[in-house]
């Protein structure tokens, strides 16, 4: 694997780890309250999709390996360009049920590239 495409993977590495991180200990309501923490989480997804189209567009492997990747790069595009239209509850559930299964799918790529 080029050093670069490693490298972008494991910044969507610890981008979900960041996110699992900031949110331990948090519940919904107390996410749904905190503008610094809600704003701190979408700059995660974004860092997470944005990596991720990169790492695809050099090595189209990754999209092969990386579950949703269309749809990661879409969240991140919608984080950027329609942030007007942001659904909190969207957000919410995708920080619960697919940052750590993606994280243990960065992971499992980045262990079989060693």
Known sequence: M???TWKRLEDARAA???VIRFLTGIDKAEFGKSEWLQSAVERQLEIIGESLGRADAAA????QRVSNL???VGL????IHG??????DIVWDITRTHVPKLKAQIE???KEAE
């Open 83 to 88: 942030y007007d239209f942001v659904d909190e």
């Open 108 to 110: 499992s790529v980045l």
């Open 2 to 4: 080029h050093p670069h």
């Open 16 to 18: 979900c780890d960041r």
């Open 60 to 63: 189209p492997e990754v999209g």
């Open 70 to 72: 269309r749809k990661i």
């Open 76 to 79: 991140k595009n919608r984080l």
